[in-house]
């Protein structure tokens, strides 16, 4: 760290603290829009530029001259967790610095390391893993490298957003000792180990307090326990009032422009009910990330970053590849042998669409391969292929895709858009552009949506559109207030949906659909209206459709594809956008009917395996009657190649369940507590996933920390000390072998068990890990280092981390359950 430039940058900022007018201080305090801090011209001060992530760069619709389109389409946060492999995770946290700086930002919002608690959750596909020490692992190798190129990290969402359901309003009840041993531990990793440039509060009350002015979280224990120096910026409205989160420590209010951070803030200094010493100290937070980012460096030098190049290409499907989970291999049918089998069939929608999940993360990606394209690809003309969708499993439309709109000449891609600033179209528009694709939400209305009244306006988009398939076409509106859509001057759908807010979980009612005959040879005028009026100013709309469309016979045609071939291959899980930002999931159960179909396929053909995008655990009624399941998760734009990678063995699977799969939910932890209403009571407590499992002794579907391999190992030599002092560091070693013909990666994974503490504590907790790739017949030495933490609980009695004289046990293993190696030493003083 070069501390004498640091000197002279604090210096800069207390010239431009002494500089600033009270107008321009809280200016510095909020959004100029969506996405942007408030520059000043004046002295000279830019904007930070943000942008949704964690697992690509979302820039689609939010202005600010940045591109309309894609980005680099990375597996999603559990994906990441599911590799184990931090330093993999470096590397695409350094790609996404360089796709993030192409584009025109300055931080990327993400990681997420919010605790999968409930396997219902609509984000859990974005966050980690049910264990603090693993998430706070893989996050702190996300910012290093995000950092490591000069972008900055949004840590978020601190703290206790676990659920989609009354995100915006509920209340997350945690004691002291759960708060501090599972909800807040991949936070201080990270906060500790990077510092990284902002924080990001959460929705949710916490213990009644809001997030955002949650003063023990935001200024106790982030800033002065953990020593955090960044700014604390505000989830996109999540502020609620003026003078307490200013108090607090939250720094930035988020969108702008501000509602609670402007004249109000202004008013309530002058009242003395925020101190101006409050204050400053929040400007010189926000100009030190600004100075921080690079922009105020003269002459102005800021790296220029990369998209789409080769090596994202390459980086996005090696984590694919290294997270997929085998998690089944009976007669190891796995990896299928070409061989052996001459006709494959390829079953269900999934294999032949790109699935991933909705909401702020999602990413459109340059282009998306799926799983029966990858399979095509590798296997040629050496086998046939038999695809049928047997199943539709989509319960949401997708947006319409901007290759099949048109400008009014047919040629022109994207739709000729006009903005009025009043809900009935009066006057000449306030702005007019084009636009991509008409999936618009946030308020986010393109490039002049500054122009326009958010929470008053009118639209009007207008074009050509070329329909996927010929036949009946179902079309769909996704809209708050009202809208309505024209195809060739005629109204063929109207849908009022008032003043909704889809983020309270009610999603279902934003839609309208029609059923229309188009004919997919040819070009249709079309018109989508819309107007609103509401008093918090937020506005959805999206114009939508299901390509590929679904034979009514599909389910026997799978079962007559099944029969005719060698072996099977069924693509089950979530369609696109099924679990989401803004709703949780109904039940564990996989949509629709896609466990009948799983049961009749393996009948009728039994050499079957099963292929899952699924971003958090399912029930699998079907599991004894498949030879093989392949847990996918959500792979990215590269996923249909890592996928046939896999199936094919050019890969040999390393990936391993960050989260515990139970047999049925009503198994899990949270079946009592979850989802709550005003409160969710976090009953559970410190026995949050495997925890819970061991202690209660409930057999697992497939426990976490499990991942099969095409080879096999074995562990020996479990080396420690016998006796270790309060304070000190020390090490347990061992050896892996790979005991078979196939190179392979093995994550042997290091618990801990206290049996003597004061309080209760869980069988076993996972604190080190170490993935190793070995060549058939290697073996390697492997060393995890240890500290008094590891073996500390925290004590609320004495709000104090502790780690009581005693012993110790030490498991090894290739699971949570598969233990192999086991030991014990005794801790003194």
Known sequence: MDVTKLMNDDKRIDQLLNQMTLKEKVALLSGKDNWATVPNERLGIPSLIMSDGPHGVRTDGSGHGRPDGPATAYPTGISMAASWNPKLIERV?????????????????????????????????????????????????????????????????????????????????????????????????????????????????????YASENHYLLTEILRKEWGFKGAIISDWKAVHSTTAPLNAGLDIEMPGPAKYFG?????????????????????????????????????????????????????????????????????????????????????????????????????KGHYWVTPLQGLRAQLGDKVEIIYEPGYDNRGLPTPIESSRLFH???????????????????????????????????????????????????????????????GPTPLFLLNTGSARLYIDGDLVLEHNAGAIDPTYGNLAELIGQTLIDLDEKQLYDIRVEYCTQTQDGFSF??????????????????????????????????????????????????????????????????????????????????????????????????????????????????????????QRYKDNPTYTNYPGFKEVRYGEGIFVGYRYYDIKDIEPLFPFGHGLSYTSFEYEDLQMPANIKSGECFKVSFTIKNTDKVAGKEVAQLYIGDRESRLIRPLKELKGFAKVALAPGEEKDVTISLNERSLSYFDPDKKAWVAEPGVFKVFIGSSSKDIRLKGRFTLTN
Not at 122 to 135: A, C, I, M, V
Not at 408 to 432: I, M, R, S, V
Request: some cysteine.
């Open 263 to 363: 004249y109000l803030l202004e008013e309530a200094i002058g009242t003395w009910q925020v101190s101006e010493e409050q204050l400053n100290q929040a400007v010189k937070r926000i100009l030190g990330i600004i100075f921080r980012s690079g922009k105020m460096r003269k002459p102005l030098s800021l790296p220029n970053g990369s998209g789409d190049t080769p090596q994202h290409r390459a980086i996005a499907r090696e984590l694919a590849q290294d997270s997929i989970t085998l998690l089944k291999n009976e007669d190891n049918l796995l990896p299928l042998n070409i061989g052996k089998f001459k006709k494959l069939a390829v079953i269900g929608l999934n294999a032949n669409m790109h699935i991933t999940g909705g909401g702020s993360s999602y990413v």
């Open 408 to 470: 009014p000449d047919g040629k022109t891609p994207g739709l000729e858009a006009a903005l009025y600033n009043n809900p009935d179209f009066q006057g000449a528009p306030a702005a007019e552009m084009t636009v991509s694709a008409l999936d618009n939400w946030w308020g986010t209305l393109g490039p002049d949506h500054t122009r326009i009244n958010p929470k008053a306006f009118s639209g009007r988009w207008e074009g050509q559109f070329k329909p996927a398939a010929s």
């Open 93 to 209: 946290g350094a790609a996404l610095a360089e796709e993030t700086r192409f584009l025109g930002c300055d931080i990327l919002l993400g990681p997420c390391v919010n605790i999968m608690r409930t396997p219902l959750a609509g984000r859990n596909f974005e966050s980690y893993s049910e264990d603090p020490y693993l998430t706070g692992q893989i996050g702190l190798g996300f910012v290093k490298g995000l950092q490591s190129k000069g972008v900055g990290a949004s840590l978020k969402h601190f703290a206790c957003n676990n659920q989609e359901f009354e995100r915006n309003r509920g209340n997350s009840v945690v004691d002291e000792r759960t708060l501090r041993e599972i909800y807040l531990p991949a936070f201080e990793t990270i906060v500790k180990g990077t510092q990284p440039w902002t924080v990001m509060c959460s929705y949710n009350r916490i213990n009644g307090t």
């Open 541 to 662: 709309l999206q114009l939508g459709h299901l390509p590929p469309y679904v034979p009514e016979d599909a389910f026997e045609r799978a079962i007559t594809a099944a029969k005719s071939c060698d072996a099977v291959v069924i693509f089950a899980g979530m369609p696109l956008h099924f679990e989401s930002e803004g709703k949780d999931r109904p039940e564990m159960s996989l949509p629709g009917d896609q466990d009948a179909l799983i049961k009749a396929v393996s009948i009728a053909n039994p050499n079957c395996a099963v292929v899952l995008n699924v971003g958090s655990p399912i029930e699998m009624p079907w599991v004894n009657e498949v030879q093989a399941i392949v847990e996918a998760y959500y792979p990215g734009q590269e996923g249909g190649n890592a996928i046939a990678d896999i199936l094919l063995g050019k890969v040999n699977p390393s990936g391993k369940l960050p989260v515990t799969f139970p």
